[in-house]
Every structure is written in structure tokens, then in C-alpha cells.
């Protein structure tokens, strides 16, 4: 059964689980691997699903917390953050990293726990420390992991511990060149440097590798999308398997990609995901969902992770006046 970890608005962590909803908060903190990270995690549900989970949790007992801690479960980090100067509907990282969780809702043995990343984000190193994997939706990405020295060697420590490593959109980029060689020999590909090229395209997206474990049931499917193209990837790119393709000026592009790293871990990214929309696509939740699996070393279905998700979730509301 699967659990997720979120923070209450009162600052309460709770356990939540896929199935069965939610157990009684364990107090201001949850201690990882003798880490405290209070204060970390982000709780991006309605307000309706909001007040399920504490009207459960109050008639549950610390017993199922407990046993939860015991298990030996795989952690997955989501890792997102607030919004950036992007318009409204894109580039909503919080968001789309909620939707995946409910993807991965129903994997078992697998904990999925929600970060907000806003900096300042010191105590990241000591979550990473303790994670099997984790999802980078953030933005300026590349540039984000080198901000915090602690930081870039936690994800060089995760990467040499065989961990698994997913980055999505705007996660994989940089403007400055110098950050570019440091994130492509963790997560195999970047949107980096004053040449990166991108652009927005009415395309149909076409598999390149349909035997990969990542793109099993998905087929071509037609999108509107900024993607990034001409990406940047270890040279040579022994390991790098492009799965995913798009036109752009008349010659076929990858834009999502799997690496199995000199080390035995595995990376993915998809360089989609600008358009919030494009979450309501079933191609674009089974690509991120199996592409989390597959860099876990977990098996996929040979017909592919179902991804039903409600339409509520789906929903992204407007965002608040700061």
C-alpha cells in the first residue's frame, strides 16, 4: 500500500495513504534518517479532499504511522516549487507534481512525499539523503542544484548510490552555460546555455523506442506544447535512449529520453509540461509515472501504469493576488 507524507496547514504531518486514507498526524515532525524537515513538505490538495483527510485522520490512531515506519518502502521526492514569472496554467510546478502523486497512489511499497523547493531550501540535503528517487519540477533547474554546494552533493551522492533520477520542463534548464555539465552527468540531458532552443508547437508527438519499459501504452499522440529541443547530452551519449520525438523545422527532435548511467542508476526527462493542460493527456501521466518506475527499477505493466486521476485534481484554480 502506498503512504504520502504532506504537511497540514497547521503544520501537522500526516500520513496519507492511496488506499485508505488518512492516519492521525504524528505531531510538528517526522523525523528521516534523524533528519528533521519540518516545514518541507507541501500539501497541494482541494479543500474538499483537505478536510477528508483530517476528519479521517482524527478517527485513526498512531498505530498505522507506526507500522508505515517499519516497512521497508522505497521514498520518492516530488520536488516543486511556488510560481515563477510564467503566466498562469504553465509552469505550474506544485500542481503537476500532485497529479503525478495521485498517479503513483496505488504503487506499492512506495512513499511519495511532496516538496515545496522555494529557497531557501537548506535542509534538502538531509531529505535527499534518505530518498530512493525523486522528481525535479522546478524552475531554472540546473542552475537550482548548483545555488547550495550541500545541495549539488546530495544529488551527486543520490546519483552515485545508484538512485533514481526524473526531471521535468523547465527542471532540466539553465540560461548560464557553466551549469550545464554538472546537471547533464546526473539527469543525462539539459535545456542549457545561451544557444538552448525551444519554442511552442502544435505537433504529433511520435514514440522512438515503442519496446522501452517507459513508453509501454503509450502511442503517437498529437499536442500543443513548448518543448525543448536540440538538448544537451553526455558525450557520447552511451546509455541515453530517446523515447520521445517531435517535428521541429522539419527534423525529428527528441524531447523525453531514458539514461542508464555508467553506474547502474537510471535517469529520464521530458523537456513537456509547460502547458498545464497537458497533464489531462493519459500520455503525458503514464511518460512521467513510468518514467519515475522505470528509474526506481520497478516493474511497468506490459500494457502500462494505469493513470486515472479525478477531474478535481485535474482542476487548476486561479492563482491568489501576492
Not at 22 to 46: D, I, M, V
Not at 106 to 118: K, W
Request: proline share 5%.
Amino acid at each position: 500500500m502506498t503512504h504520502q507524507s504532506l504537511l497540514t496547514h497547521d503544520g501537522r504531518f500526516t500520513w496519507r495513504s492511496g488506499r485508505t486514507g488518512c492516519q492521525k498526524p504524528r505531531g510538528n515532525a517526522l523525523r528521516w534518517s534523524g533528519a528533521l524537515f519540518a516545514g518541507l513538505l507541501w500539501l497541494s490538495l482541494p479543500a474538499a479532499d483537505l478536510a477528508a483527510a483530517e476528519a479521517a485522520g482524527a478517527a485513526q490512531s498512531d498505530s498505522a504511522a507506526t507500522e508505515l515506519a517499519g516497512r521497508n518502502t522505497q521514498r520518492l521526492l516530488l520536488l516543486g516549487q511556488g510560481p515563477d514569472r510564467h503566466a498562469w496554467s504553465t509552469h505550474e510546478y506544485m500542481a503537476g507534481v500532485n497529479i503525478l502523486a495521485k498517479c503513483l497512489a496505488d504503487v506499492e511499497g512506495l512513499q511519495t512525499i511532496i516538496v515545496r523547493a522555494d529557497e531557501p531550501f537548506s535542509q534538502g540535503p538531509e531529505l535527499l539523503d534518505g530518498a530512493d528517487g525523486l522528481v525535479l519540477f522546478v524552475s531554472e533547474g540546473a542552475k537550482w542544484l548548483h545555488q547550495d554546494e550541500a545541495r549539488l552533493a546530495a544529488f551527486r551522492s543520490m546519483a552515485a548510490r545508484g538512485k533514481g533520477l526524473v526531471v521535468l520542463h523547465w527542471g532540466m534548464g539553465c540560461k548560464d552555460a557553466q551549469y550545464i555539465k554538472g546537471f547533464v552527468n546526473l539527469f543525462g540531458g539539459c535545456h542549457g546555455g545561451p544557444d538552448r532552443k525551444h519554442g511552442i508547437y502544435q505537433v504529433r508527438a511520435t514514440v522512438d523506442a515503442p519496446d522501452h519499459p517507459i513508453m509501454r501504452g503509450i502511442g503517437s499522440f498529437d499536442v500543443e506544447d513548448e518543448f525543448y529541443h536540440h538538448l544537451k547530452f553526455p558525450q557520447p551519449a552511451q546509455g541515453i535512449t530517446s523515447l520521445l520525438r517531435v517535428p521541429v523545422l522539419g527534423e525529428q527532435q527528441t524531447v523525453a529520453w531514458a539514461w542508464e548511467r555508467p553506474n547502474g542508476g537510471r535517469s529520464a526527462g521530458f523537456s513537456g509540461c509547460h502547458f498545464h493542460r497537458n497533464w489531462e493527456l493519459e500520455e503525458y501521466r503514464r511518460l512521467a509515472t513510468q518514467a519515475v518506475l522505470w528509474s526506481l527499477k520497478r516493474p511497468v505493466p506490459e500494457d502500462g501504469q494505469t493513470v486515472d486521476v479525478a477531474k478535481e485534481i485535474l482542476y487548476l484554480p486561479p492563482r491568489e493576488k501576492e
